[in-house]
């Protein structure tokens, strides 16, 4: 495998740097001796950094795509013996309404899963814990009662700050 391919490969692994060589916020000295490494190419890391440079080249422009998404909070919600009745199910757990203490919030509209792992990060980097998610028609995050009026503002700022892919 050749340096430029090993470089791509270990900038794919990490979906955080990805973004950022399409965003042009990257350091590639900085980021190539964070990957030098898993490449193996010791203390010499000019070749990975312009394998780097080369490569955010390819990439496109990082752009955002404001969604339209209805953001909906839904309170009480627990774990379900009827899957049939609940809101989320995710393997065996089910969330239904008038069940627990818990705080379902809902996205119904134009999201995806590009859509989900930006709300994902938005609300990890926020520290808010899940405790369950899931998108189809709609995306669906479960979170503890005192979190659940900061994540409905997390999750509508989210959705108005998901990259653009190219199709």
């Known amino acids: ?67 339209d998404a209805r953001v909906t909070m839904r309170s009480g919600l627990g774990r379900a013996d009827d899957p049939a009745d609940s809101l989320l199910v995710v393997g065996d757990a089910g969330f239904a309404p008038d069940s627990g203490s818990l705080t379902g919030v809902i996205a119904a509209g134009d999201v995806d899963c590009v859509a989900f792992s930006v709300v994902l990060s938005r609300l990890v980097a926020e520290d808010v814990d899940v405790v369950a998610t899931g998108v189809a028609e709609s995306l669906v995050v479960v979170v503890e009662r005192r979190d659940g009026a900061n994540a409905v503002r997390f999750v509508e700022d989210a959705l108005d700050a998901v990259p653009e892919r190219d199709d």
């Open 1 to 67: 495998m050749s340096l430029a391919e090993a470089t791509r490969n270990a900038v794919r692994r990490r979906p955080f740097l990805l973004e950022a060589l399409r965003a042009d916020v990257v350091n590639y000295t900085a980021a190539a001796r964070f990957l030098a490494d898993e490449i193996d190419v010791g203390d010499d890391t000019d070749a990975v950094s312009t394998a780097l440079s080369r490569f955010a080249d390819e990439l496109p422009t990082y752009e955002i795509d404001s969604r």
